[in-house]
């Protein structure tokens, strides 16, 4: 039905630079909104930021100033541009997808299949 690819993940060092993308693929009638989770060892999954299909942006207070979320809708894919990061930054990131398939008539939550970054010098 509906897919999400991620790619971008990696290594880098404290104040780094990294950018991540996720593609939504397949049968997609409606994108409500994409987003970026992160889950650290022995942390639960947490909202990093969302984007809506009106534009309007969501953070948590922990990468405001820091992170960009941006979004190609011709494209379905959703970037996080992260900067000046943090060894408390390193987590598996997921992107998250509402989507409302076609025939479907609802939006549903699609996952990416996780991309590690590690911030450590």
């Known amino acids: 039905q509906v897919e999400l690819v991620e790619s971008g993940g990696g290594l880098v060092q404290p104040g780094g630079s990294l950018r991540l993308s996720c593609a939504a693929s397949?049968?997609?009638?409606?994108?409500?909104?994409m987003a970026w989770y992160r889950q650290a060892p022995g942390n639960e999954r947490e909202l990093v930021a969302r984007i809506w299909n009106v534009g309007r942006t969501d953070y948590v207070d922990s990468v405001k100033g820091r992170f960009t979320i941006s979004r190609d809708s011709a494209k379905n894919t959703v970037y996080l541009q992260m900067n000046s990061l943090k060894p408390e930054d390193t987590a598996v990131f997921y992107c998250?997808?509402?989507?409302?398939?076609?025939?479907?008539?609802?939006?549903?939550?699609?996952w990416g299949q996780g991309l590690q970054v590690t911030v450590s010098s």
């Open positions: 998250n997808a509402q989507i409302s398939p076609y025939g479907s008539g609802t939006y549903q939550n699609f």
């Open positions: 397949g049968s997609i009638f409606s994108t409500l909104n």
